[in-house]
């Protein structure tokens, strides 16, 4: 029985690629896969290091869309490229919850006579 090792991210310099940069800053995860090929990933080893099936990674690569933050999210984190250069924030909640003093402004303002 063999030992499953978790592939290695691409090395943080393929991110400042003339090539890389964009497809990361406009989120074009198709682009970004189809580099990535370049570079020598398979579709099993993105899809290891994403959290995606390899059919997942084969749909985008052949022109599926990706919108969904929190998904972008996970394929942003899961190969390492900067987050800010994706324009996602850096905390550790994907849906942001606005501050309290906010909140309890909305509902009072909310309140019928």
Do not use: K
């Not at 394929?75 to 909640?93: E, F, H, K, N, V």
């Amino acid at each position: 029985m063999g030992v499953y090792h978790m592939p290695q991210r691409p090395d943080p310099r393929i991110w400042q690629e003339p090539d890389m940069r964009p497809a990361v800053a406009e989120r074009d995860i198709t682009r970004l896969y189809r580099l990535l090929q370049t570079h020598g990933y398979t579709q099993q080893h993105i899809a290891a290091l994403t959290g995606q099936s390899q059919p997942e990674v084969s749909a985008i690569i052949h022109g599926r869309q990706v919108q969904a933050y929190d998904v972008i999210a996970r394929i942003i984190d899961g190969l390492g490229a900067p987050r800010g250069m994706a324009g996602l924030s850096y905390t550790t909640s994907h849906s942001p919850q606005p501050p309290r003093p906010a909140i309890e402004h909305a509902a009072r303002s909310c309140r019928l006579p």
